[in-house]
């Protein structure tokens, strides 16, 4: 009998968090194991119809970059990271577009269908929802760096009761171009930007930003980010993550969070718990964050 009202009491404790994103949009990044574990995806899966059924808007923004690479090595095509972004040559554009849209966006449409969400995958190149130009002036190749985010067109689709389910590829102002590999992380942040998003949650193979001792950081502002990628406490892969996270919640977004997508679960347990799971991003002058940020900056400390 115990174990019941504790699960009714788990309920009860979710009622403030179901209350205040109703009707809100919630943009999350799908990638890591969460995305290629079979009972992950299922959990996955699971928490986003969820979401749907309590009256919360999910887009969902997908990454592909392990089975990109593994397809590369298959196919013998040279891949190099800069900083944790992936210089594309055409033949690499090519094998992104095919993996991102016409494998892994089709895989997470289907299954969310299955699980009984109403799901739609489009691409960025889909009536120019994401269009781009070559970043850093080129240096990465065919990666590019978002200029523009349709965001009236996902919010159509949202209000015609569709989850979309985004592959960041991007469309170029050139025609008969290849279009542009985007990374997810900062198509994740513009698209929450572009919508007007009550947060935007990363899913990742990490409990979340540790500081150099292993201690998870629970709270960050751009002040602490700025920090600790100086002495190299976020580096490599972090970097896209973390700078989209402090870009989002500057451009208007409440709140980022990175979190760990092997936890069954993930997204509802830093959705609707009060401590969360993972690392959220704050502006120290926000007043929707509902929290005194200077305590928990102090905690971190």
């Known amino acids: 009998m115990q174990d019941k009202h504790q699960k009714v009491q788990t309920l009860l404790d979710a009622i403030p968090y179901i209350k205040k994103f109703n009707s809100k949009t919630i943009v999350i990044k799908y990638g890591g194991s969460a995305q290629t574990s079979p009972e992950l995806q299922e959990k996955f899966a699971q928490d986003i ?13 997908h990454g592909g970059g392990a089975r990109i690479s593994e397809l590369l090595e298959k196919l013998e095509i040279k891949s190099e990271f800069i900083d944790g972004h992936r210089v594309t040559s055409k033949e690499t554009m090519r094998v992104v577009e095919m993996v991102l849209s016409g494998e892994i966006n089709k895989n997470i449409t289907s299954l969310l269908n299955h699980h009984g969400a109403k799901a739609i995958g489009i691409s960025g190149k889909d009536s120019a929802i994401i269009k781009a130009r070559p970043k850093d002036g080129g240096k990465f190749g065919y990666t590019g760096e978002i200029t523009e985010i349709n965001g009236d067109l996902i919010n159509n689709l949202i209000k015609e009761g569709f989850i979309p389910v985004i592959a960041p590829i991007a469309d170029s102002a050139e025609p008969n171009h290849p279009g542009f590999n985007i990374n997810a992380d900062f198509a994740a942040s513009k698209v929450a930007v572009a919508l007007g998003a009550q947060k935007v949650l990363f899913l990742t193979d990490i409990i979340g930003v540790l500081d150099k001792a292993g201690v998870h950081l629970t709270t960050l502002d751009k002040e602490q980010v700025e920090a600790y990628k100086a002495d190299g406490t976020i580096a490599g ?13 500057h451009d208007g977004v409440n709140k980022a969070h990175i979190i760990d997508g092997r936890v069954e679960h993930s997204i509802l347990l830093e959705l609707f718990t009060k401590d969360g799971i993972g690392t959220q991003f704050l502006r120290r002058d926000n007043p929707n964050n509902g929290i005194d940020i200077e305590k928990l900056l102090n905690e971190n400390d």
């Open 49 to 61: 119809v969820l979401l749907s059924l309590l009256g919360i808007n999910p887009v969902i923004v």
């Open 237 to 249: 892969g972090m970097i896209p993550k973390v700078d989209s996270c402090i870009e989002t919640i």
